[in-house]
């Protein structure tokens, strides 16, 4: 397993920017965001690879941007255009050994 800490979150109103951090003790491989709301499953919101692909859920492309950062082991989703249905608990994780972070709540506003 790799300890991974996630931060950046808080409320923003809507339309607003927030970029949520990523830390990994250690090297880390493909990396993923997730979110989850009460009462609904877990989401793939974004991946970005170690060679620097990406890939995005339909609904936040052209809005989010993954990025990382390898020689410190971060990796970070900027979020543009904020809508109150990205609310929710964002995860990030390592897919090399499917770790997960504690998770970093995103509150938009209306």
């Known amino acids: 397993q790799v300890q991974l800490v996630e931060s950046g979150g808080g409320w923003v109103p809507g339309g607003g920017s927030l970029t949520l951090s990523c830390a990994g003790q250690e090297s880390i491989g493909a990396m993923a965001w997730y979110r989850q709301v009460p009462g609904k499953q877990r989401e793939f919101v974004a991946l970005?690879?170690?060679?620097?692909?990406?890939k995005y859920q339909g609904s936040v492309r052209g809005r989010f941007t993954i990025a990382r950062n390898e020689a410190n082991n971060i990796v970070y989703l900027q979020m543009n255009d904020l809508q109150p249905e990205d609310t929710a608990v964002y995860y990030c994780?390592?897919?090399?050994?499917?770790?997960w972070g504690q998770g970093t709540q995103v509150t938009v506003g209306t």
């Open positions: 970005i690879s170690r060679d620097g692909n990406t």
């Open positions: 994780n390592d897919t090399r050994s499917n770790s």
